[in-house]
C-alpha cells in the first residue's frame, strides 16, 4: 500500500538550498582570498617540480653509477685492484644512487685484497656509517671491517665487529663465528674461542675446526682444573 509523501512546507520552500549556498559561500571565500589561493597553488607546484626533479636526478645518478660500477667490477674481477679502486671511488661520488654503499664495500675488499689495512679500515668504517641496522648490507660491512682489523692485529675491535656481525641477519654468520673465535683465541679467551667454534660447529658438523676445540679444550685451565 503506497503512502503518502513528506509534505514540504511553505517555510521549507523559502529557506535558501543547501547546495546554492555552499557554492555561493565558495565563491564568496575565492573572490576575498585570490592572492591566498594562488600563492597556495604555485607552493603546490613547486613542491611538485622539486619532487619531480629530484626523482630524475636520482635516476639519472643511478643510471651513471652503474655504468661505473660494471667497469670497477670488471677490474675487480680481473684482479686489478689498484684499478679498481679508483673505479669504486667514481661510483662512491654518485652518492645519491643505490650504488655507492656497494662501492663502499667493494673498496674495502679492495684495500684488503692491496694488503693497504689503514685504509681498508677507514673504508670498512664508511660502509659502517653507510648502512643502516636493518640493511641487507650491513652484515658484510662488519665482517670486512673486523677482517681489516683482525689483519691489523686489532684483535679487541675485530672481536667486536664479528660478535656484532653474528647477530646480524646475512649470510657470513659462519664467517663471523669463525673470526670471533680466532680473536677470542688472540685476545686469551679460550672459553670464548671454545664456544664459538663450537656454535659453529653446530650448523658444520664435518668442519677440521673440531680438531681445533679439541686442542683448545686440552689446553684450557677448567680442564687441567677437572684432571
Request: net charge positive; glycine share 6%; proline share 3%.
Amino acid at each position: 500500500m503506497a503512502t503518502a509523501g513528506k509534505r514540504i512546507t511553505r517555510k521549507q520552500l523559502r529557506q535558501p538550498d543547501w547546495f546554492q549556498v555552499t557554492t555561493e559561500n565558495a565563491l564568496e571565500y575565492y573572490n576575498h582570498h585570490k592572492g591566498l589561493v594562488f600563492s597556495a597553488l604555485a607552493v603546490l607546484l613547486v613542491l611538485g617540480a622539486i619532487i619531480g626533479g629530484w626523482q630524475l636526478f636520482k635516476q639519472r645518478q643511478n643510471l651513471a653509477a652503474s655504468l661505473e660500477f660494471s667497469k670497477a667490477m670488471a677490474l675487480y674481477q680481473g684482479e686489478k685492484y689498484s684499478d679498481a679502486i679508483k673505479a669504486f671511488e667514481t661510483v662512491k661520488s654518485y652518492r645519491w644512487s643505490r650504488y655507492a654503499i656497494l662501492a663502499h664495500l667493494y673498496l674495502t675488499d679492495s684495500y684488503l685484497a692491496n694488503k693497504e689495512l689503514d685504509k681498508a679500515i677507514v673504508e670498512g668504517q664508511r660502509s659502517l656509517a653507510a648502512t643502516s641496522p636493518d640493511s641487507l648490507y650491513r652484515q658484510i660491512a662488519l665482517v670486512d671491517l673486523a677482517t681489516a682489523e683482525e689483519e691489523k692485529q686489532q684483535f679487541k675491535s675485530a672481536f667486536e665487529h664479528y660478535a656484532e656481525a653474528q647477530n646480524t641477519p646475512g649470510p657470513l654468520h659462519g664467517e663471523a663465528l669463525l673470526g670471533k673465535a680466532r680473536c677470542a683465541e688472540k685476545l686469551g679467551d679460550i672459553a670464548t674461542a671454545i664456544a664459538a667454534y663450537k656454535d659453529f660447529l653446530k650448523d658444520n658438523p664435518g668442519s677440521p675446526y673440531a680438531v681445533r676445540v679439541n686442542e683448545l679444550e686440552a689446553k684450557s685451565p677448567a680442564r687441567a682444573t677437572g684432571k
